[in-house]
């Protein structure tokens, strides 16, 4: 698909509710889930150059809408963003998997809907 310069637009689907890892998915099973479904390349071409700064504002905003309870603050092709970008900073951050396991799970919860 191309889009109006005849540049190559991207096309992502993002994966419906019965694809998504279960609520008590290992860490193992998301990541494999987030390179099965990683729509970084469609925000990349949606973006363009000012991709790292959205997926980072997507990402905090989603990490503090987790931090004070508040329920997820962006679509759910966003949250997949979130998810995917999250797994990539994540060794960065220093967060022990017990931690990081249930904002992933929260943001999976946000994309059925709940």
């Known amino acids: 698909m191309t889009g109006?310069?005849?540049e190559a637009r991207s096309v992502w689907k993002a994966p419906p509710p019965e694809a998504l890892p279960g609520p008590a998915?290992?860490?193992?099973?998301i990541i494999?889930?987030?390179?099965?479904?990683?729509?970084?390349e469609h925000f990349r071409a949606q973006w363009g150059d000012e991709y790292q700064d959205n997926a980072r504002a997507v990402w905090a905003r989603c990490a503090e809408a987790y931090r004070t309870g508040a329920a997820q603050p962006v679509d759910p092709d966003e949250l997949m963003l979130c998810l995917a970008h999250d797994l990539v900073i994540a060794p960065y951050l220093a967060v022990p998997e017990s931690a990081q396991l249930p904002f992933l799970r929260w943001l999976i919860d946000g994309m059925r809907g709940r």
């Open 32 to 40: 494999r889930f987030v390179r099965l479904a990683d729509p970084t």
């Open 4 to 6: 109006p310069e005849g």
């Open 25 to 29: 998915a290992t860490l193992e099973e």
